[in-house]
């Protein structure tokens, strides 16, 4: 008798609570002044936690800390899927004609709502304009001047080590029979090595523009390149490229 009660229970328990993982709902969103309630509705609407684990679980709570106003719930993927809700999201952030971009939704480029799994950030009550700003750009908020402001510096960047690599393999360096002298390995690629990769070599002959080396080492900073054997190691080179090791 007890056997059947409990396997009527349980059957009871999975038939109610639902299975598997599904999409959210999608609920209009014009009428929510805030991401939170939003979210927060989203949630429960879509019966994320289930019947019987929003017994046990709950479905997400809204708080206010140093950052803004919160919404969490770290049960919702029990059977929605984060992707659905994140888009439900987006449709919230274009019902206040926002753009919706790296899980930040801003409008006229002033953040106005973070999204990440199931939380949201947005400015509190209380929280001054300044200190939403601060708290954003923590939460990696950056506006389109910020971002044009980096892209310049990363092409700045790449042009003036594009620049440095030409300067230098076109330099000859001016040495004697026995100097030790270093090359950095520019035919390796930017993934191939953990860090920038150089050659060292001691001077074995001069004739006219060559240089007759003896490779003693392939590496950088902390790894080796574990490449040069008494088969490979002596080489006929060009002075350009090549410098005194420091």
């Known amino acids: 008798m007890e056997k059947r009660m409990l396997l009527a229970l349980v059957t009871s328990s999975v038939a109610l609570s639902g299975c598997g993982v599904h999409n959210v709902e999608?609920?209009?969103?014009?009428?929510?002044?805030?991401?939170?309630?939003?979210?927060?509705?989203?949630?429960?609407?879509?019966?994320?936690?289930?019947?019987?684990?929003?017994?046990?679980?709950?479905?997400?709570?809204?708080?206010?800390?140093?950052?803004?106003?919160?919404?969490?719930?770290?049960?919702?993927g029990l059977h929605c899927t984060k992707t659905s809700f994140r888009e439900s999201m987006s449709r919230y952030c274009q019902s206040k004609s926002g753009v919706f971009l790296d899980g930040w939704c801003s409008v006229d480029d002033v953040p106005i709502f973070k999204v990440d799994g199931f939380t949201t950030l947005e400015r509190g009550p209380s929280q001054?304009?300044?200190?939403?700003?601060?708290?954003?750009?923590?939460?990696?908020?950056?506006?389109?001047?910020?971002?044009?402001?980096?892209?310049?510096?990363?092409?700045?960047?790449?042009?003036?080590?594009?620049?440095?690599?030409?300067?230098?393999?076109?330099?000859?360096?001016?040495?004697?029979?026995?100097?030790l002298i270093c090359r950095e390995d520019y035919e390796a690629k930017p993934y191939q090595y953990p860090g920038v990769a150089y050659y060292k070599a001691y001077v074995e002959k001069k004739e006219k523009n060559k240089l007759q080396l003896r490779l003693v080492?392939?590496?950088?900073?902390?790894?080796?390149?574990?490449?040069?054997t008494n088969v490979n190691n002596i080489i006929w080179s060009s002075p350009k490229g090549w410098r005194h090791c420091n």
């Open 217 to 228: 080492w392939h590496g950088g900073d902390r790894f080796l390149v574990n490449d040069i």
């Open 128 to 179: 001054s304009a300044d200190k939403w700003i601060q708290s954003s750009r923590h939460w990696g908020y950056e506006s389109k001047r910020e971002q044009q402001v980096k892209s310049d510096e990363r092409q700045r960047s790449e042009m003036e080590e594009k620049e440095r690599v030409v300067r230098e393999k076109n330099m000859e360096v001016d040495t004697k029979v026995g100097d």
């Open 26 to 76: 999608n609920t209009e969103p014009s009428k929510y002044h805030r991401a939170a309630d939003y979210a927060s509705d989203v949630v429960k609407r879509s019966g994320c936690i289930g019947r019987i684990d929003d017994l046990l679980f709950s479905s997400g709570e809204i708080f206010v800390n140093d950052y803004g106003l919160n919404y969490s719930s770290s049960n919702a």
